[in-house]
């Protein structure tokens, strides 16, 4: 029974042991032809120009390992994609702090190691560690001033503001260090009284060996004047550069012809023994204030390595948010998709159509599981920027060259021949801006498994899927895909190729074995979240047994394959396959048949036509060479050519109706939002009316108050001082409470007029007559007095006269007179 157990539990292990090694050969398998197709995709040139926008060099290395990994989960694809659209944000709000290139990070990790091994950090080392310090306290200061002037921004800098918030800068260290170490970083005379003692020492006795050299050269300058002062390993010595001997005696170190000779005066050798004493001790005092130095900074060791680990992967970050600006990245909609099928029911309702209270946006992130919109390939964009930017520094070059050339006379002979090379240098400015990189769409349906494109060699069917394959590697590494807004696109565990041929001669294989076993390793690692992409299947060998092999691949790859599998063909058989199989889609590459060059665009839908024949009768190959091919290309296949004709007419339609209807929709808005401005203009201008308006009649109001009661207090006074009697009769107030009644409707009269006039001004027909200016001492009506009044005063500057109306003078405006 023993044995047998023994057995038993033997064999379990062995059992479990191979599991082990064939899942992990499986894996190490898989991730080596992952590798090859990124490689084929070249990956490798998005990554070095991503770490291009890195300012350590650590983070450059950190950037190409993190954007190589190749087994990063759903998770980690969002949180690096949320890192990148925090960094962008910071970007995009001005934030000058996330300039990483003035840390020198390979002085602060050497300062870190040596503080580790207990070994003394140098000047520079802790410098170094300073310039970190100081940089983070710095960021952690601009994004709290940020958040500080608006709250929002909290948010949308996370998770940055968490790592930025969480820095610790060690100020007490950075007190520490500056107070021993210069900028340069070198020891300060401060840092130490031994130190400065022995500095000093050196310093004299450098004085005294300067004064002795000199005073040997001068008495030595008579007879030779090759002499000079030199040092050798820290000693003075004279260097004579003839071979003419000296008077001086001392100890000849080096000789030769051509070359003269050192030598150290005997009245020198003392001096450079103390000196070089001296020097040996200022070394081990500034040894031990670095130790000092030392011992304070492996307190905060641990913390300096957080945060020399953060500030790299805060570089990593921000790399990948430049790229994504400096090229116009979108930000993707990454979709985790396990079974397309669950997606599918969202997109009508029970009677099959599209719920109309569905806006667009919602409409197309249920309808597509891919939408890639205006979608540049990476690499043909950066090369396109490069060579523009070229093209223009030239030109800016070639420019100031011709102004410093007009600065000099003797080079107006060559202005013509610089006008010329301007001239070319502009054209070729020009010719690459219009010459941007033509970009595709992708719009791949949930139901869609398999795609098929179709179309013509250098159509631009290999760069599509180039382009589809490294957008999906870019939003799952946490860049922005290089398209248009909106962008969504599922997230594929793994993403293989099998692009251009592959040949091995000491392996006897042909291009066509080559593509064979390349598929045959994509179909086993492959799972339902993969990405499949296949050029040219079923190619390199006869078309029939090619097409039927191509279209049972592509069979297989639908049925229980990857997640999507997009193929480019030649063989006219495998579009049938949409018609037997809902999973499969048609596209093709547009090809302009009038000019006979393709468009490189891609028509969804639509199966690609065969145009040999039409292109070779438009090149003017004979007509009965013409006739006899498409006699035996046969009659079938020429109506299947008109059906697609006429698909692409109805596709053309109705992209031109969308095109239409988008181009309605965008003038009604604008014409919806003029008429909102043209109110909000009305409405301001009413109040802005009443309030002039009120503000006149308060004028008004306030100065006919004043003169009510300066012409009461003048009756007052004439009353009281009237000689007979202080005491008023019942006449006498009858008087004034009329004159009171009287001043009140003149007031009130006023006030009535005041808005009559205004509303006059509104009025057209309210416009007043044009009233000639009196003169001092004439007598004018004015209306609203209802008498003849003297004037006293004319501004005609102004508009304005000063009149006498009884005993009161009063200011009026010219409009308020009468002829």
Known sequence: LSTTLKLTTSSSVLYYSSNVSSSSSSSQKSSVVAETSLRILEWDKICDCVASFA??????????????????TYDESNTLLAQTSAAVQMLNYGSSALDFTAIDVLLVRSAIQHASRGLPVEGKQAMAVVYLL???????SNVKAA???????????????????????????????????????SVKDSASSKLKQFRDQVRTLEGKLFQLMDSLVRKESDKTSSLEVSTIDGRWCIKSWSDQLTTVSGLLLSSGSGVGCLMEPLSAVPLNDELQQARASVAMAEKDVLLRLTEKMRADLDGIHD?????????????RAKYSLSFGGSFPDLLLTEDKDAHIGDEYDASGKRTLNDDLSTFNKRKWILYLPKAYHPILLQQHQQNLEK??????????????????????MLEGKAGVNIESLEMEVTKLEQARPVPVDFFIGTKTKVLIIT???????????????????????????????????????????????????????????GHLRRISAIRAHSTSQSLVLLDEVGAGTNPLEGAALGMSLLESFSDAGALLTIATTHHGELKTLKYSNDTIENACMEFDEVNLRPTYKILWGIPGRSNAINISERLGLPDIVVNNARELYGTASAEINEVIMEMERCKQEYQEHVHEAHHYLAHSRELHEKLLAAKEKIIEHRFSLKYRMMKEISEVSTIARSTLHKRLQQLRASISHSPQGTQMTNSQKNIIDNKQHNIAEEVSHTNDLSVEKEQQKKSPSGMLRKVPIPNIGDMVYVASLGKKVTVLKVEASQEEIVVQASNMKLRLKLRELET
Do not use: H
């Not at 608006?150 to 100020?171: A, C, G, H």
């Open 55 to 72: 300012g350590t060099f650590l983070g450059q290395q950190a950037i190409k390992q993190q954007l190589w990994k190749l087994n990063k």
């Open 134 to 140: 100081l940089f983070s306290q710095t960021l952690q």
């Open 147 to 185: 958040c500080k002037q608006d709250s929002d921004w909290y948010n949308r800098f996370m998770p940055l503001t968490k790592m930025v918030m969480e820095l610790v800068t060690y100020q007490p260290l950075v007190k520490s260090i500056r107070q021993v170490i210069d900028d340069d970083g």
């Open 307 to 319: 945060l020399l680990d953060t500030i790299i992967q805060l570089d990593v970050i921000t790399a």
């Open 391 to 412: 093209a223009r520094e030239n030109l800016k070059k070639a420019i100031a060259d011709i102004q410093r050339r007009k600065l000099q006379p003797e080079n107006v």
């Open 455 to 513: 179309g013509p060699n250098t159509g631009g069917k290999t760069i599509s899927l180039k382009t589809l394959g490294l957008a999906a590697m870019m939003a799952k590494s946490g860049l922005y895909v290089l398209s248009s807004e909106p962008v969504r696109i599922p997230w594929f565990d793994s993403i293989f190729t099998d692009i251009g041929d592959e040949q091995s001669l000491s392996q006897s294989l042909s291009t066509f074995s």
